[in-house]
C-alpha cells in the first residue's frame, strides 16, 4: 500500500475507520486526508461524515508540503 500510495500521489485519501487512519502509512505530500469512522460502526450518521468529507474535499493541500 504505501509503494501504490507513493506511485499514484493521490490529492484525497477518504481512510473508513479511526483505527486504520491510525496505523496509515506515509502519505505522500500535498495529500490530502479525511478520516471518518467506519460506515459499519455504531452511531455512524452518513449526514453528518458526508458534510465533514465535502468540507475535506473542498480544502487545498498545505502549500509547500
Known sequence: ???LLQ???PDFV???GRELAQ???GIPPRTT???IPHPSSFGFQQTL???NVQAALQTP???GA
Do not use: I, T
Request: aromatic share 10%; hydrophobic share 55%; glycine share 4%.
Open 1 to 3: 500500500f504505501p509503494v
Open 7 to 9: 506511485r499514484l500521489r
Open 14 to 16: 477518504l481512510v473508513l
Open 23 to 25: 496505523r496509515m502509512p
Open 33 to 35: 486526508v479525511c478520516a
Open 49 to 51: 461524515w458526508g458534510k
Open 61 to 63: 493541500p498545505a502549500a
